[in-house]
């Protein structure tokens, strides 16, 4: 079992930024993906970024790309999502989220990852 708890999120004006953390804990003998995925209102929970257990590969959303850089750092049990020029689109709850795998495999969608933290509410005001 792992438990995720999301910090960092908050109410922004447009063109500013925001560091999002995730702090894992649980079981530590596995090694995991971790990825962002985020759900505004009356929307689907959509794939934001992930990336893979050594670090060394990434992959993001259109609409993020540029913008947004996941990171982690294992030693502490975290992962980050820096965000930046930031737009009113970008309002949502932000999800991290682990799943068992390889540390070279990057997994491009959370659809199937297996543990999920409770959030954090991001608001982007215009």
């Known amino acids: 079992q792992v438990q995720l708890v999301e910090s960092g999120g908050g109410l922004v004006q447009a063109g500013g930024s925001l560091r999002l953390s995730c702090a894992a804990s649980g079981r530590a003998y596995s090694t995991y993906a971790m990825a962002w995925a985020r759900q505004a209102p009356g929307k689907e929970r959509e794939f934001v970024a992930s990336?893979?257990?050594?670090?060394?590969?990434?992959y993001y959303s259109n609409s993020v790309k540029g913008r947004f850089t996941i990171s982690r750092d294992n030693a502490g049990n975290m992962t980050y999502l820096q965000m930046n020029s930031l737009k009113p689109e970008d309002t949502a709850v932000y999800y991290c989220?682990?799943?068992?795998?390889?540390?070279?495999?990057?997994?491009?969608?959370?659809?199937?990852?297996?543990?999920w933290g409770q959030g954090t509410q991001v608001t982007v005001s215009s």
């Open positions: 989220a682990a799943h068992p795998a390889p540390p070279t495999i990057l997994i491009v969608t959370t659809r199937s990852f297996e543990y």
């Open positions: 990336i893979n257990w050594i670090g060394t590969s990434s």
